[in-house]
């Protein structure tokens, strides 16, 4: 399937020299230009920006399963960290497995395994979570029960949870056509509100998506790269929110890169008894890289 896209992208480098193009005709003047190619294809491309983001989940859902990668970027002050994940998803089944490494230290180092999260509808579980759970267990975390819906306190937002934020696009724009991973695609810019995507989302978000009332702002700013199939292949989302201790506003990037669509993702949720039945409190994230110190 990918390579068809990478036969069908190739069939779009005249739109690169679109502009080009313009102040070519301007110069002929009186002899004529068409722009029956180029530019209508760009034209086509556009759309309807905001009807084609909403719809953007529903078409992951058809396209079953993908391979993804995940980057949170937390700012505060003068401080600034990365949390990277890598792993799989099943759209129809919304689960997915991601592994989340944290960032080093100023040494270079960083203290911590990398994290084993499972991403289900309504809940979060993580495996070598730290903080005195036992080894070998996982701690469950009801997303409804955070204040960003687990938009940033797991370290990587959940990436069908990223795509029904979608759904609650307001304002859009068409960029242009670029390239993510070697495939042609469609980039978009615009603006989600959260309670709009809220109401819109499946029955598996909705609720943690509703309980999201930390940020400061409803509206979500975003850039959204999608295939001429109409799937995310990127997705960059900034969210922004105050911290409850010191006041501060901390700034949150969640990049989400979608590829090999297809992939197997054979996700299964841990047994009652592999589960940590102590609590863990939820901290704001801007302190640490995921919100309690050791993610």
Same mark, same amino acid.
């Given at each position: 399937?990918?390579?068809?896209?990478?036969?069908?992208?190739?069939?779009t480098?005249? #739109?690169v020299? &679109?502009?080009?193009?313009?102040?070519?005709?301007?110069?002929l003047?009186?002899?004529?230009?068409?722009?029956?190619?180029?530019?209508?294809?760009?034209?086509?491309?556009?759309?309807?920006?905001?009807?084609?983001?909403?719809?953007?989940?529903d078409?992951l859902?058809?396209?079953?399963?993908?391979?993804?990668?995940?980057?949170?970027?937390? $700012? #505060?002050?003068?401080? @600034?960290?990365?949390i990277?994940?890598?792993?799989?998803?099943?759209?129809?089944?919304?689960?997915?497995r =991601?592994t989340? /490494? =944290?960032?080093?230290?100023?040494?270079?180092?960083?203290?911590?395994?990398?994290?084993?999260? =499972?991403?289900?509808?309504?809940?979060?579980?993580?495996?070598?979570?730290?903080?005195?759970?036992?080894?070998?267990k996982?701690?469950?975390?009801d997303?409804?029960?955070l204040s960003?819906?687990?938009?940033v306190?797991?370290?990587?937002?959940?990436?069908?949870?990223?795509a029904?934020?979608?759904?609650?696009?307001? @304002?859009?724009?068409?960029?242009?056509?670029?390239?993510?991973?070697?495939?042609?695609?469609?980039?978009?810019?615009?603006?989600?509100?959260l309670?709009?995507? $809220?109401?819109?989302?499946?029955?598996g978000?909705?609720?943690?998506?509703?309980?999201?009332k930390? &940020?400061?702002?409803?509206?979500?700013p975003f850039?959204?790269?999608?295939?001429?199939?109409?799937?995310?292949?990127?997705?960059?989302?900034?969210?922004? &929110?105050?911290?409850?201790?010191?006041?501060?506003?901390?700034?949150v990037?969640s990049?989400?890169?979608?590829?090999?669509?297809?992939?197997?993702?054979?996700v299964?949720l841990?047994?009652?008894?592999?589960i940590?039945?102590g609590?863990?409190?939820?901290? /704001?994230?801007s302190d640490?890289?995921?919100?309690?110190?050791?993610?």
């Open positions: 399937m990918d390579r068809r896209q990478r036969r069908r992208a190739g069939g480098a005249g #739109t020299g &679109f502009a080009v193009g313009i102040a070519a005709c301007l110069g003047g009186a002899m004529g230009c068409s722009f029956n190619g180029a530019a209508a294809e760009d034209a086509r491309d556009a759309g309807d920006p905001v009807t084609t983001l909403r719809r953007a989940a078409t859902r058809e396209a079953g399963s993908s391979k993804a990668t995940t980057s949170m970027e937390m $700012a #505060t002050g003068g401080t @600034r960290v990365t990277r994940g890598k792993g799989v998803y099943d759209y129809r089944r919304q689960l997915g =991601l989340v /490494q =944290l960032p080093q230290d100023p040494a270079g180092h960083t203290g911590h395994r990398p994290i084993t999260e =499972l991403l289900a509808p309504g809940a979060l579980f993580m495996k070598n979570r730290g903080a005195g759970v036992p080894a070998g996982w701690v469950r975390v997303t409804a029960t960003d819906g687990n938009l306190t797991g370290g990587a937002t959940d990436p069908y949870a990223a029904e934020l979608l759904r609650g696009t307001r @304002r859009a724009t068409y960029v242009g056509r670029t390239e993510v991973g070697g495939i042609g695609v469609r980039h978009f810019r615009g603006t989600a509100d309670v709009r995507a $809220a109401r819109s989302a499946s029955a978000n909705r609720e943690a998506l509703a309980a999201a930390g &940020f400061a702002r409803t509206e979500v850039d959204a790269y999608l295939d001429d199939e109409g799937r995310i292949r990127k997705l960059r989302q900034r969210f922004s &929110f105050v911290n409850g201790r010191q006041k501060a506003s901390v700034a990037t990049t989400t890169l979608l590829y090999d669509f297809g992939a197997p993702a054979d299964r841990p047994l009652s008894k592999d940590y039945a609590r863990i409190a939820e901290n /704001q994230p640490e890289p995921n919100g309690e110190g050791e993610h």
